[in-house]
């Protein structure tokens, strides 16, 4: 696979007050022929995070057409699961409806956050979106006691098939916990009512604690999913994998495409890749630094 980096898209920088700092995993949602809108989070000072978007234009991913004024989700009520910020799912279009899910974190007194997954859903073109319920659509459950994070979704022949990470404990580095988790599958028939267990996709090997944010996508030949990674080392990064049937996977790190800059806001990470096809090109974006606090940047692919 050859990828070539078309460099920065996109970097908050004081905004406005929910646009402070920070674009957290960019989701690439095709909104018309010539334009792209990359839905992210967005933190406010606190660290509190927004969906809003960059729209971009489609030919041209490095040209900033608009960015959202107000937050297309905003967090939830006091003492629901969404109450601390959210971070992107996943957006696709369902019938007439864009469907959007998301990863929405809550602060208890005991863990540094609990994290499960809630949908959202907009009937004006993706401007705006309404929560289906205000509990999680993918709850806690024996398999993710502190998070059941919806990453990615295919709808294919009227099934709604997820990834997901499931957070199963905690990790102390150098006396900050970190949550361990790896990847699962599971399908659903109306995309809100999920099975509790899942099955394994993809685990951690080595020194590896925790590995989440699966982007998946169809292929000639079967299934790709892109991930990001940790080690006990810090080594935050990306990898990848294949399937034939979208199930049961096997990993290819080595065959992940890109690495870090030498200098810029991609030198010391590169993280949470997700790719979008427009027409005859095939784009990946990506954020940066500081798991996006230096921005998110986008890579084409050229054969």
């Given at each position: 696979m050859a990828w070539e980096k078309r460099g920065l898209v996109y970097c908050p920088n004081g905004a406005s007050a929910w646009i402070d700092n920070t674009a957290l995993t960019p989701e690439p949602f095709l909104l018309n022929e010539d334009v792209i809108r990359i839905y992210c989070s967005f933190r406010d000072k606190s660290g509190v995070g927004r969906i809003g978007f960059v729209?971009?234009?489609a030919q041209n991913p490095k040209n900033v057409l608009r960015i959202s004024k107000e937050?297309?989700?905003?967090i939830g009520k006091k003492g629901c699961f969404d109450d601390n910020g959210m971070i992107l799912g996943a957006v696709l279009r369902v019938g007439s409806?864009?469907?959007?899910?998301?990863?929405?974190?809550?602060?208890?007194q005991k863990v540094k956050f609990l994290a499960f997954s809630g949908l959202a859903v907009s009937e004006d073109g993706g401007e705006s979106f309404h929560r289906?319920?205000?509990?999680?659509?993918?709850?806690?459950?024996?398999?993710?006691?502190?998070?059941?994070c919806l990453h990615s979704v295919l709808y294919e022949k009227g099934v709604f098939r997820i990834y997901y990470s499931v957070i199963y404990d905690w990790e102390m580095i150098s006396g900050i916990p970190y949550p361990r988790?790896?990847?699962?599958?599971?399908?659903?028939?109306?995309?809100?009512?999920?099975?509790?267990?899942?099955?394994?996709?993809?685990?951690?090997?080595?020194?590896?604690y925790r590995i989440g944010r699966?982007?998946?996508y169809r292929t000639q030949g079967g299934y790709e999913m892109y991930y990001t990674l940790d080690t006990l080392d810090k080594e935050y990064k990306s990898g990848f994998a294949t399937s034939s049937d979208g199930i049961y996977w096997q990993r290819h790190d080595e065959l992940f495409p890109l690495q870090r800059s030498k200098d810029g806001f991609d030198s010391q990470m590169l993280c949470y890749p997700a790719l979008l096809e427009v027409g005859s090109r095939k784009y990946m974006f990506y954020c940066g630094n500081g798991m996006g606090r230096d921005g998110f940047g986008v890579a084409e692919f050229v054969r």
């Open positions: 729209d971009v234009e937050p297309a989700l905003d409806r864009i469907y959007m899910y998301y990863v929405a974190f809550q602060i208890p289906v319920q205000e509990t999680p659509v993918l709850d806690r459950s024996a398999e993710g006691v502190f998070g059941r988790y790896d990847i699962k599958y599971a399908e659903s028939k109306d995309g809100v009512n999920f099975p509790k267990d899942g099955v394994s996709c993809v685990q951690c090997v080595g020194n590896e699966p982007k998946v």
